[in-house]
């Protein structure tokens, strides 16, 4: 069934311009596209998916899918971090330097007066898995308080939130409704915070990134595409827990 599927695609794109592939997915509803680590494209489809459906819902998003492929291609090593004094990190967009307190003193990351204070670790994973904890809480706290009046917005019931490793995916819809944001996205200011959230919040009223989902998200943030292009030139830069 997979074949038609894959004319309609393929003769949307240029011969040779991205590695990319058709699995078919009996569970789905609508068509998925995963972009991983090294660009290549994989377009998740339905058991009845209708092959012009698809190339139509393919064509619609081939320009930022487009932009996603280049950057997963030309981007720049993951961001290192060394756990010393002075060391920047980032939470919404504003910047704090790390104080190592000692060992003796409670086991807890936390901001205060301007620093990130981390009481001196073992080892370098020690310290990096600390940080990576103290993000999880902050941004799941401060998630769960923006989240209802988006909700409302939108006109969905308020769902679970939380920050949490994604690995390469900066935000996810489970199949319960609950969000996840990458901790990560919570180096960013709180525009761009805010843009994955309400871009997970948008699936719950229209699955999939076709027109529906973009005049979802264009009610909400009308500058959606100047967000988008933030996001697109930040995201390499932030920090995923590597540490030396």
């Given amino acids: 069934m997979s074949t038609p599927v894959r004319q309609a695609i393929e003769a949307l794109l240029a011969p040779g311009e991205w590695t990319w592939d058709v699995v078919v997915r009996p569970r789905r509803r609508t068509l ?6 090294d660009g290549d494209v994989l377009f998740a489809v339905p058991q009845d998916a209708d092959p012009a459906a698809v190339a139509q819902a393919v064509r619609v998003r081939l320009p930022r899918l487009a932009r996603e ?36 003193e409670a086991g807890r990351v936390r901001l205060h007066r301007g620093w990130l204070e ?22 799941t706290r401060w998630l769960a308080a923006r989240l209802p009046s988006y909700a409302s917005r939108i006109g969905v019931p308020t769902p679970g939130v939380e920050a949490r490793d994604l690995g390469l995916r900066w935000g996810a819809l489970g199949q319960d409704g609950t969000i ?11 525009a761009l915070v805010d ?34 292009r933030l996001f697109d030139g930040s995201e390499p830069a932030l920090w995923r827990g590597a540490v030396r």
């Fill in 118 to 139: 981390l009481p001196q670790p073992r080892a370098a994973d020690d310290g990096a898995r600390l940080i990576v904890q103290w993000y999880e809480a902050c941004g």
């Fill in 32 to 37: 998925g596209i995963e972009v991983d680590d």
């Fill in 69 to 104: 492929v280049r950057q997963r291609r030309t981007r720049p090593d993951e961001p290192v971090k060394e756990l010393v004094g002075g060391t920047g990190f980032s939470y919404l967009g504003r910047r704090h330097r790390l104080k190592l307190r000692a060992p003796g």
């Fill in 180 to 190: 996840t944001v990458h901790w990560a996205v919570m180096q960013l200011p709180p």
């Fill in 195 to 228: 843009l994955v959230l309400v871009h997970e919040l948008c699936h719950l009223r229209a699955p999939g990134h076709g027109a529906a989902f973009r005049r979802q998200m264009r009610l909400v943030f009308p500058d959606v595409e100047a967000r988008e």
